[in-house]
């Protein structure tokens, strides 16, 4: 198989083409299978003609002799009748003259002959009407004493063919004489018996040598090779019988057979002669009609199979088109499949098949490279392929990309099972398209949904977003549940020429989780901010030299009891004080190590300087509550909390882990096996930020938390909302009846300091007792407390 396509590599670049190959070979097999018949059919015609050639001379050499015998008897009856003759007789004996030659003529016409005359026994011609008489009673005369009345005599140098009978009356009164002159006329009759185009000649011996004589100016002249070995080929033939000139398909063939001649004078023989060039004369139009249409039969297989072939290769060509095509990713059908029912037909079809096959195939790999299999709507590659041609258009700068997010999906989809919660992105993002049904949208990850929208400019963006995210957040209906979402959103930059989709849907996820971290439902993207957090990101790897450098520092904020008016505790609060930029927040670098993981390590840090600081604290006479922060992340790693557990251990006094309450509510399990461990350690649990999140504090309950912190959007707007002083009071009273004190953070002015402290809150931290300091700060604000707190006594 391999060897037949390597070997077509040797044939010059017109052979490579089937359908030349397949002519020349139809061709040269046409040509070869004619060649072969007409060999064949030569050689057997050849040797077959030569037996019938031989056959037919032979036949032809009996014929002669019985006609020459025939011809004979019938001159002699002729002459025998006429020597009967009474009148003919008489005038013999009267030697009327006359009479003789009137009767002698009167027989020679009629029996067509060349010679008559009648002689007296000694041999004078005593009547005859031809001139050449003479010379031939002068040749019979001599027979007549051999006694031989017959036979072919050479007269005045032609043959003739002479008869006599004696005339009797009663005695021998004389001889009649008739002659035929062997001419070409003779030959051509004789000639004439056979089929074969045989030619008749009389030959003479004289002097030793076999010669033509019936070589009239009619006859055709001997061809060559008879003609130069004239001689010997009569010798021959005189004794064996048909002699055959050149071997074997000779070209000529020749029979002699001797005649007996008049009174032994010279031999003659008839030469019999067969020359198959002239034979075949008359075939020649024949063999070129035939070589014609051979020709023509040539032409018709090559014009026949050059067709043929091209109805092979033609839908080989297309099929190779289109097997390119398909390489190329067209679909490009067979266009001869249907329609024919040949081999080629079969393939064509299969091979359209197939092709729809890999193409509905692709369709489907495409599909689903492009959509969610979830929900079946866009994914985020389909989101950017629908805004990256939007960006195409002119109108790019006018292309946004918004994120809208479920607040807290990882929950909802706990309660109701993932199919429903795909279902509910699902509808909400019908529910968006309804809306806007210009909005290209898409799933860019499990809880969120993007849109490509066009807007004026950022402004009016943000309203659409608004708009419909208020929209989504009414109540959705899944089957029986009745699903209250909230929904953060995120906006991208408007769409500048060159902006790729890939980087506005990331705008718009970093303005969602930034709209997350600040508590607002809905942000932009602030390409500042993010560049200041890319930095925190950048100085991670710096973070950790930091660490092992003691670059870390901690400052303490005190958190002042109403009810003694004291300072009993403080917030532990890490700094990082870098060689170029100075100090920085937490804000800027905690929520990254948070993302690396370094803040297992930046916290293991925080709480034993806490530890080191409450130590000389309590030995300078201070007995405070260290409280320190636990990244959201610790709280279901065990592994960490051993490790914390192993530090506080060594504490002085009383050690507070603050733990922000959405960490609580996002992991209650973990959040509740740990909580329990540190209350067992005698380790306080204090819920930090409550009121930024969800805020559930029946939830709280389970947890064995010993403090909750009032986050500063709760706190800050007390005093000038009522509804907001409300929220706060009733929490207060909540948590106290659940057994937690209530501190509450970011306190900024007395009068907020007063309110609570009428509303039962049992701690204060903020600005308006003490920002943050360092140990020695600290120790110094705690010598000289009674003077520093600008706080009534509680009633
Ligand atoms: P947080 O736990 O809510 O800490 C209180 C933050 O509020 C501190 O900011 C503090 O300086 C600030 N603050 C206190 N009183 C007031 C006030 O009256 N008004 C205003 N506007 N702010 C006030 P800071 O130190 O920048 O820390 C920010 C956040 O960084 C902390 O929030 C905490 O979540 C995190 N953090 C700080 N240190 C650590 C730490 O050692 N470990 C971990 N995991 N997180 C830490
Ligand atoms: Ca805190
Ligand atoms: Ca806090």
Redesign the pocket.
Known sequence: MNAIFTSTRQFSPMFRRLQTRLTVLYAALFGVVLLGLALTVQAAGSGHAGRIVQSDMAAAGEVFDRLWAVRSERLEAGAKLLSKDFGFREAMATRDSATIASAVDNLRDRLGLDLAFVMSPDGLLLAASDPGANAAAAVVAQALDDGEPMGVATIAGAPYQVVSAPIMAPDLTGWIVFAVRLDRRQMKALEGLSALPLEASIAQRSQGRWRLVTAAADAPSLAAPLRDGFDGLVSQSLNRGTTTLGGKGAPAMVLARPLKTLGGGGEVALVLSYLRARALAPYAPMTWLIAGVGLLGMALVVAGSWALARGVTRPITALTHAAHALQRGDLERVPEAEGRRDEVGVLARGFNAMAEAVADRERRISHAAFHDPETGMPNRLGLERAAKAMLEQPSADSVFVAALSVDRFARVRGAIGHELAAALLDGLRSRATGLRPDWAPGRISTDMLGVAFHATDTRAAAAEVEAVRLELEKAVRLGEHLIDVRITAGLSSPGVTGATATVMIKEADCALDAARADGRPLAAFDARAYAASAAGLSLMPELREAMAADQLT??H?PKYDLRTQTVTGV????RWTHPRRGVL???LF?PMAEETGD?RA??ER?LAIAVADQRRLTAAGHDLLFS????GRLVDDAGAIDTLLEIAGEAAGRICL?I?ETAVIEKPEAALVNIRRLAAAGVAVSI??YGSGLSSLSYLKRMEADEL?L??SLVSEITRSAKDALLVRSTIELAHSLGLKVVA????HTDEVALLAAMGCDMV????IA??MTYDKLLAHLEAEPAAVPVAKRA
């Open positions: 901690v400052v904020q917030e532990t609060l890490v927040s937490p804000d905690i803040v930046l916290t925080v320190i922060n636990l990244s603050e922000t930090d930020d912190k986050d500063r953070e970011g306190v900024e931290q903020g600005y308006c920002r943050p």
